[in-house]
């Protein structure tokens, strides 16, 4: 199991990218956490196994339709033992 934080940038708040996250994460069977950042990206924590997290990248390089993803960051974080995914604050 890996660990990924990843930072999304472009039109991704106010279009339902928190939710359709949680979604595509539930789907998938990742853990972790989504959340909007007061610089207007989101930020994404993200734990499973590799092949998961590969999908869940592609989904979030795409993001719902009437977003407009410009730019991806993906670091490697600590995994936390998250249970589930979930939209927080």
């Not at 994460?25 to 590799?50: F, P």
């Amino acid at each position: 199991m890996s660990a990924l934080n990843f930072t999304i940038s472009g039109h991704v708040q106010g279009v339902f990218f928190r939710a359709n996250t949680k979604e595509s994460a539930d789907e998938l069977g990742v853990m972790g956490w989504v959340r909007n950042c007061e610089d207007g990206t989101l930020e994404v924590h993200a734990e499973g196994s590799d092949k998961k997290l590969d999908a869940l990248e592609e989904w979030l390089r795409q993001g719902p339709p009437a977003a407009d993803v410009k730019n991806v960051i993906v670091k490697e974080t600590d995994i936390e033992n998250y249970k589930e995914f979930e939209i927080v604050q």
